[in-house]
């Protein structure tokens, strides 16, 4: 890997939310629009635009990867692509998951003192 793991924090508030779905497995682009809303219960909602192109931005990355493997044709939509996380975007997710805990620990030390 010729780029350190920092330069590529912090990470966009969707690209985050992307990766951590697509480290469960490999999803389409409208499972990700679906599992990113439920577990955010509706407040973060992507429209094509923003999806697509966050979708498109990682794989310029290297975070994400466009999948090779289908499901069987009759559980299918051929237009789909699929995606999944590469070795980096597991780094990447793995590092910005450590720097948002650092910040959580930092404000909940100066909530107990204030």
């Known amino acids: 890997m010729s780029k350190k793991l920092e330069t590529y924090l912090p990470l966009h508030s969707v690209a985050f ?40 931005k990682l794989i310029e990355q290297d975070l994400i990867e466009e999948s090779p493997h289908r499901p069987e044709a009759h559980l299918d939509d051929e237009r789909r692509r699929y995606y999944r996380i590469t070795t980096l975007g597991r780094k990447v997710t793995a590092a910005e998951t450590e720097r948002l805990r650092t910040i959580v620990r930092f404000a909940d030390a100066a909530l107990r003192e204030a």
């Open 17 to 56: 939310q992307i990766l951590l779905s697509l480290a469960a497995g490999e999803r389409h682009g409208y499972a990700l629009k679906r599992e990113i809303a439920a577990r955010s219960g509706g407040k973060l909602t992507l429209g094509p635009a923003m999806l697509y192109g966050s979708l498109q």
